[in-house]
């Protein structure tokens, strides 16, 4: 039982380059989150899931599109990167009133 | 909207207690607490629902007042352990919390 699996764990981008977060989940949660940690701002909630192709925008959507083709697979994909989407990215899944399972995260540089 | 947490950072020595809390402007339905040490993911310590719960599990436990909008985590007799950062998500009507900008908590021996 692997939990939630994020890949890559760290990636450098250049400015407009865009790329795919990867998140997988062998738990069988109905409920996947990505969020983004900034230093002093807490966990931020990009995009979120309640089940196999239902997604809806979080808190800070801008720049970023997520798909849930299955109820394992949760991916980010990062359009054109810029450097304020330098960040921590944590995956997450819950099956609805339970607690949240973070994956490891991402650490992602854009320059 | 971010749940505000208060305070934003507490120093202890081992045995000694804290509280964190968190409020919300809008109506809550479900809050989440987690603890998350430096360089690793959040951990999920508990979640309180709506109806005005206590829930706790050894010497952490949590309250939910519903109509104040608030939660606190009460951290009893604390340990070397407990260090971390502390975060409160809260849901107004669903189980997808959103979450405030932590509590640092640092336990001295």
């Known amino acids: 039982n692997a939990g939630v699996t994020q890949t890559p764990k760290f990636q450098v981008l250049k400015t407009g380059q865009s790329m795919t977060l990867q998140c997988a989940q062998d738990?069988?949660?109905?409920?996947m989150s990505w969020y983004r940690q900034d230093p002093g701002m807490g966990l931020r909630l990009i995009h979120y899931?309640?089940?196999?192709?239902?997604?809806d925008q979080g808190e800070v959507p801008n720049g970023y599109n997520v798909s849930r083709s299955t109820t394992e697979d949760f991916p980010l994909r990062l359009l054109s990167a810029a450097p304020s989407q330098t960040s921590v990215y944590f995956c997450?899944?819950?099956?609805?009133?339970?607690?949240?399972?973070f994956g490891s995260g991402t650490r992602l540089t854009v320059v | 909207q971010q749940p505000v947490q208060s305070p934003q950072a507490v120093i202890l020595r081992e045995g000694e207690d804290a509280v964190i809390n968190c409020s919300s402007s809008?109506?809550?339905?479900?809050v989440h607490w987690y603890r998350q040490k430096h360089g690793e993911a959040p951990v999920f310590l508990m979640i309180?629902?709506?109806?005005?719960e206590q829930k706790g599990h050894d010497k952490i436990s949590a309250s939910f007042n519903e109509k104040k909008q608030q939660s606190s985590l009460y951290l009893t007799a604390s340990q070397l352990s407990y260090s971390g950062t502390y975060f409160c998500?809260?849901?107004?009507?669903?189980?997808?919390?959103?979450f405030g900008r932590g509590t640092s908590l640092i336990v001295h021996p």
């Open positions: 998500g809260t849901s107004g009507g669903s189980y997808i919390p959103t």
């Open positions: 738990m069988n949660h109905e409920y």
């Open positions: 809008k109506a809550l339905y479900s």
């Open positions: 997450a899944s819950s099956p609805t009133d339970r607690g949240y399972t």
């Open positions: 309180l629902l709506k109806g005005g």
């Open positions: 899931s309640v089940g196999a192709g239902i997604t």
